[in-house]
């Protein structure tokens, strides 16, 4: 999950299933795999998700960073503050992959904010035009009970509208599940 969330930024989810897969099939698909891999060779396995050079290097650095500091199972003892901290100072992780890692790999009740998200609460005037994400995180943490479960499921909702209904380019508002939440 981890490094997936890495891999994501900036490209899609089939790239990154792509890169995972060629990760799987060296037996690279691990910190431990990764830390070990010569740098050429790993940005030919995740050449897929796009941005391969800089994401093997963010990699190899996490991999080294977390190896170093006990692993996953010292990362689990840090409360979600200081987990979110350690993520947000490793090399190429901001808060929404931070979040990401901590939300989905971690299971801590954080909620996600991501482009869609942030555009579907813009079109529906639930948050400014000029919103941060920490404006747009504190709308659902005080909305919604802090349950990993219904951050999940109410995040990736949003996805699903965002990509089907509420496009960038061509949106769909007349078809869009939460048009009688329109505010416009």
Request: with cysteine.
């Amino acid at each position: 999950m981890i490094i997936g969330a890495l891999l994501t930024q900036n490209t899609n989810w089939r790239n990154v299933e792509k890169a995972l897969a060629n990760l799987r099939r060296e037996g690279r698909l691990s910190f431990s795999g990764i830390r070990k891999s010569p740098l050429p060779q790993l940005e030919e396995m995740i050449k897929p998700s796009g941005y391969f050079r800089q994401k093997s290097q963010r990699l190899k650095t996490l991999s080294e960073n977390l190896l170093a500091g006990g692993g996953i199972d010292a990362l689990k003892k840090l409360s979600t503050t200081q987990l979110r901290e350690w993520f947000i100072n490793q090399s190429g992780i901001g808060p929404e992959t931070a979040d990401s890692i901590l939300l989905y790999a971690f299971k801590r009740p954080i909620f996600v904010i991501d482009t869609y998200t942030l555009r579907v609460c813009k079109r529906h005037k639930w948050l400014e035009e000029k919103a941060s994400y920490n404006q747009a995180q504190t709308l659902f943490t005080r909305k919604l009970p802090p349950e990993v479960d219904i951050f999940n499921e109410f995040h990736a909702l949003l996805v699903r509208i965002g990509k089907n209904f509420c496009r960038a380019k061509k949106p769909l508002c007349q078809k869009c599940p939460l048009k009688q939440f329109l505010n416009h």
